[in-house]
């Protein structure tokens, strides 16, 4: 698993197992119960990992599985991604920035169709990107510093999967 590709956002991978789907949901409910350092959540048939609030930091990753079961089999598809909060601003902020960059262009234009001084709508415009980059930036030191957890919830789930190969 390559995390520091600069085109993956949000890392996947995909497991099957020959077993039924119950088992592999019992095995992350023992999980659960033993592993006090990450917190586990079923609903449906997705699971997510997460690091218990001791662990937590704000770019702290979470692991997102999906269980899809075929005849005998089990296949686990799983992403990583921030948590889901941070996630919401990031795009949040986003927007708000595209769509003041967006009105900062059309006052521009206005300005400079009226013949009137079109500094403050360039200034504006340049001040917007530089917030926009600061983000993308910020985004980029979050996935760093979650690399180190984003392995550690890696080699959670891999010894849970082989507990459930073992049975």
């Known amino acids: 698993m390559q995390l520091n590709n600069t085109m993956i ?10 077993c039924d789907i119950s ?8 999980a659960k119960l ?26 702290s990753p979470q692991l997102h599985l999906e ?20 996630w919401t601003m990031f795009m949040f902020l986003n927007f708000v920035i595209a769509i003041l960059f967006l009105g900062t ?3 521009g234009y206005a300005m400079i169709t009226t013949h009137r001084d079109v500094n403050p709508a360039i200034v504006s415009a340049l001040v917007l990107i530089l917030i926009w980059l600061s983000f993308y930036f910020a985004g980029r030191f979050g996935k760093k510093k979650a ?11 891999n010894s849970i999967i082989e507990s459930i190969e073992k049975t």
Do not use: C
């Open 9 to 18: 956002l949000r890392p996947r991978f995909t497991v099957s197992l020959n």
């Open 23 to 30: 088992i592999v949901n019992n095995q992350f409910k023992k």
């Open 34 to 59: 033993n592993r006090r350092d990450y917190k586990v959540y079923f609903s449906d048939r997705h699971i997510f990992i997460r690091f218990s609030k001791l662990h937590q930091h704000f770019w």
């Open 67 to 86: 269980l899809q079961e075929n005849d005998m089999t089990t296949e686990i598809r799983s992403l990583y991604g921030p948590n889901p909060i941070v």
């Open 105 to 107: 262009i059309i006052w």
């Open 147 to 157: 690399n180190k957890q984003m392995y550690q919830l890696k080699a959670f789930f």
